[in-house]
């Protein structure tokens, strides 16, 4: 079984900036897709960002695009994404989650993390 495990989270303020990383164990992550998607309280897990297994190409939802960057390192097993000019709407728990191709739906992943917690206060 694929394990995922998130860290960089935290709280941070309106403008700033910060790192999350997803470390996968027990099966390499070179041969799958792999995604960040987000949840708020009361809201459905939304898309954010994916990376195809090579790291050559990345989709982002539009609410991101031009300040989040999605980037993996398969020898280190590790996929991160980059926030930079963070808004208070982009406060939610922040999932990591690997699939067999890349995909923005949430049905097309197969193994997830457990989340970290991203707040942007205003």
């Known amino acids: 079984q694929v394990q995922l495990v998130e860290s960089g989270g935290g709280l941070v303020q309106a403008g700033g900036s910060l790192r999350l990383s997803c470390s996968v164990s027990?099966?390499?992550?070179?041969?799958?897709?792999m995604g960040w998607f987000r949840q708020a309280p009361g809201k459905a897990r939304e898309f954010v960002a994916t990376?195809?297994?090579?790291?050559?190409?990345?989709d982002y939802a539009d609410s991101v695009k031009g300040r989040f960057t999605i980037s993996r390192d398969n020898a280190r097993n590790t996929v991160y994404l980059q926030m930079n000019s963070l808004k208070p709407e982009d406060t939610a728990v922040y999932y990591c989650a690997a699939a067999p191709r890349s995909s923005k739906n949430t049905g097309g992943y197969l193994y997830w993390g457990q989340g970290t917690q991203v707040t942007v206060s205003s």
């Open positions: 027990r099966r390499t992550i070179s041969g799958y897709a």
């Open positions: 990376i195809i297994s090579s790291g050559t190409v990345a």
